[in-house]
């Protein structure tokens, strides 16, 4: 018998057959046998017990706990346990189920060290998350193998919910991931206004880098024009406007680079904005938006107070190949006659002097 949704490569025992094909009668029938190992798996190291969390049949994982001689921490050939499952795919009836046996592992990982709460978090199951931060037991700073926490899985997705419930004395907004990223510039980065907000609002928030390589939540933003994300940021007195990146980038000469126009513009308006810091390569906003092309952003550039517009003198001190310095100086050439016409990038050309791409 073929049955629509049954998982392939069953050993074919009855018992996990019968919890595949949602049989609950069958499955208690074969359970009231004492010949029936209710441990048994499938071809890919599948319990029944896992199986039935997996499709979140909570009869058949009433009937399976009820038994003592159901182990309900063991994990199939990738490491996932029925919690683990249960809590990624939103079963919330499920997971109660689990959470009431008392030798239930809540902090078990997979092998990406991900924990039942992260997987809920991260998936947004406002409901489950709830469920395990009600338990002494469960670590709510877990982090995973890239260093992400349960609070940065919940803010890079934008689920608000989960971020409300992770706002706990002992959640720690600052935790970075191993490449140096916080839940608020990842939230900041990826536009969750309310995400952000909320982290904002927290006490112990630190909008800054926490630590010296570390992503800036203002860098972020301005790197992918999210205009009402600076402008929230912006209005905290202990931000730091003129950051800069592992490449000496600040907000401004990243936002100029990309043509951002709304958030360069709010940028200049700020006193403790340098408009001429240049990056390691010595190049400043004014060259990075003109190479690029943004009229408008070189515009801004020029009118703003203090801005070196001595666009040769400063093409000699960056650190550019010829062809670059060339281009630049075509450009000065054009701009120094009034014209607004600035040529388009070649592919080359946008290649040996582009941002280096980041992860959103």
């Known amino acids: 018998m073929v049955l629509e949704g049954v998982i392939p490569y069953t050993s074919g025992r009855p018992l996990v057959w019968a919890v595949k094909c949602g049989h609950e009668a069958a499955v208690k029938l074969l359970l009231e046998r004492g010949n029936v190992n209710p441990n048994t798996t499938d071809g890919l190291g599948g319990t029944p017990l896992f199986i039935a969390a997996m499709v979140g049949h909570e009869g058949m994982v009433k009937m ?150 570390a992503e800036a939540a203002l860098e972020s933003a301005a790197y992918n024009g999210r205009e009402n994300v600076v402008k929230l940021l912006l209005e905290r007195n202990d931000i730091n406007a003129d950051s800069t990146d592992e490449h000496g980038r600040t907000p401004l000469l990243i936002a100029a680079w990309y043509g951002h126009e709304g958030v360069v513009k709010m940028l200049l308006e700020r006193e403790d904005v340098n408009p001429n810091a240049a990056d390691d390569c010595g190049v400043t906003p004014l060259l990075r938006a003109a190479y690029r092309g943004h009229e408008g952003v070189v515009k801004m550039l020029l009118a703003r107070a203090g801005v070196n517009s001595d666009m040769a003198n400063l093409i000699e001190k960056a650190s550019l190949s010829h062809a670059q310095k060339c281009r630049l100086h075509a450009i000065a050439g054009l701009l120094s006659e009034h014209k607004s016409l600035i040529p388009p990038l070649d592919g080359a050309e946008f290649t040996a002097l582009s941002h280096p791409s980041r992860q959103i």
């Open 64 to 213: 399976l706990l009820e038994r003592g001689d159901v182990n309900p921490n063991t994990s199939d050939y990738w490491g996932e346990t029925p919690l683990l499952i249960a809590a990624c795919n939103g079963y919330e009836g499920v997971v109660k189920l689990l959470l009431e046996r008392e030798d239930v592992n809540l902090n078990t990982a997979d092998p990406g060290g991900e924990t039942p709460l992260s997987r809920a978090a991260f998936n947004g199951h406002k409901g489950i998350v709830k469920l395990l931060l009600e338990r002494e037991d469960v670590d709510p700073n877990a982090a995973d193998d890239c260093g992400r926490t349960p609070l940065f899985r919940a803010a890079r997705n934008g689920h608000e919910g989960v971020v409300k419930l992770l706002e706990r004395e002992d959640v720690n907004p600052n935790v970075a991931d191993n490449c140096g990223r916080t839940p608020l510039s990842r939230a900041a980065g990826r536009g969750h206004e309310g995400i952000v907000k909320m982290l904002l609002e927290r006490n112990d928030i630190s909008p800054n880098p926490v630590r010296g390589c």
